[in-house]
């Protein structure tokens, strides 16, 4: 086998396959990239088992046709440090050649029938979405989603598809994200992804898109890319039942005034206090030691009385910085119990600080 491709184009492909691979284990196939020419392209793939990428593409010269894997980490590593020139890539045996000008590498290469096989879209369900919409959306909920919980479902967001809207959900226990999209179908169903493939899927699909389902496993494709991720098995919090029925305050807020104000707090403590009053905002730091910060804005809230919430202004941060209206709405019960925030088709319920 023998192939040539510009620099610039096989580095992007490697750079893009890295999170889909094993970074323990470099003797474990899954480790390596796999790649192989067929008639007119070349298909490029990487895979730990749990989630996978495969990149078609025809930017290669393919003087002699063929197949190998190796290690994709060292791969990209070699490739990293030659110059924006051609590179050549020949299989002599066990061992890939990577050639440029004066400059050789040997890379020993494994049996590529050991290759994990990648699902495929055959006797798979589809859903019907739009592609961008569900980019965007997943975005909103991602800061959400819990990283290293016990309870591994909350490890990953919830895709809840019912007759007439999807919901995307994700909480951390401390605050519960939803956001909705129009649109939904007669067979409801519920998935549960992982945050790192969600993470992935907003960086790889920026146009049209084909979602296939069946009960372990979600591919995305469009013309040239085909991406998967083994579901998360495991019963979501019926987070229905956490978004408050009523509420006995609810205003608009200006998203930008808030936005600076509560970040101009977060310089001394990322825990703070707001005290809402008839026509002004108060923002206080909540911290143990003798530093303080405090600012207000002049809003005029309706409120007749006093209203204390303290709360872990990440979570607020995240609200407002992926919100896309001037304005928000903010829903207030009790200073003990969640309040809610919502711009048009996204909100979030945030647990307060009780002292």
């Known amino acids: ?9 096989i580095e992007t492909l490697l750079i893009n396959l890295q999170p889909f691979l094993e970074k323990k284990d470099a003797s474990q196939i899954t480790s390596h ?16 088992a749990e989630i996978g990428l495969q990149i078609i593409t025809n930017q290669f010269l393919i003087e002699h046709p063929g197949s190998f894997t190796v290690n994709g980490k060292k791969f990209l590593d070699i490739v990293r440090i030659l110059r924006d020139d051609e590179i050549t890539l020949e299989l002599l045996g066990s061992t890939l050649i990577v050639k440029q000008q004066h400059s050789k590498f040997k890379l020993p290469v494994f049996d590529t029938a050991e290759y994990p096989l990648f699902p495929t879209t055959e006797d798979k369900s589809t859903i019907v979405l739009d592609s961008l919409s569900l980019i965007r959306n997943l975005k909103k909920i991602s800061p959400a989603i819990d990283t290293n919980n016990p309870k591994y479902e909350l490890n ?10 999807t919901d995307l959900v994700g909480t951390d226990t401390r605050r519960l994200a939803i956001a909705s999209i129009p649109g939904g179908s007669d067979t409801e169903l519920s998935l549960i992804l992982p945050k790192k ?15 296939f389902y069946d009960e372990t496993t979600l591919l995305i494709q469009n013309d040239d890319t085909l ?9 979501f919090p019926d987070y229905q039942r956490i978004i408050p029925a009523t509420l006995k305050h609810q205003f608009p807020l200006p998203k930008k005034a808030m936005l600076d104000s509560i970040r101009m707090i977060t310089t001394i403590s990322q825990e703070i206090k707001i005290t809402f009053l008839n026509d002004t905002i108060i923002f206080h ?5 003798n530093v303080e910060a405090k600012t207000e804005i002049e809003i005029n809230t309706g409120l007749q009385d006093k209203f204390d919430i303290s709360f872990n202004s990440k979570y607020m941060l995240d609200f407002l910085t992926h919100i896309e209206q001037d304005t928000f709405e903010i829903g207030l019960n009790e200073t003990t119990l969640p309040f809610m925030v919502r711009d048009d088709n996204f909100m979030t319920i945030i647990m307060p600080i009780v002292a």
Not at 1 to 9: L, S, W
Not at 227 to 235: P, W
Not at 285 to 289: G, Q, T
């Open 156 to 165: 990953g967001a919830l895709i809840s598809i019912q007759k007439n809207n």
């Open 227 to 235: 991406f998967y991720t083994r579901l998360i098995n495991g019963k």
């Open 285 to 289: 730091s909540l911290s143990a030691d």
């Open 33 to 48: 990239v796999f790649f192989a020419t067929r008639e007119n392209d070349c298909i490029i793939k990487g895979t730990d």
């Open 1 to 9: 086998m023998k192939v040539r491709v510009q620099k610039q184009i």
């Open 197 to 211: 493939a969600i993470l992935e899927i907003q960086k790889l699909f920026l146009d049209k898109i084909e979602i």
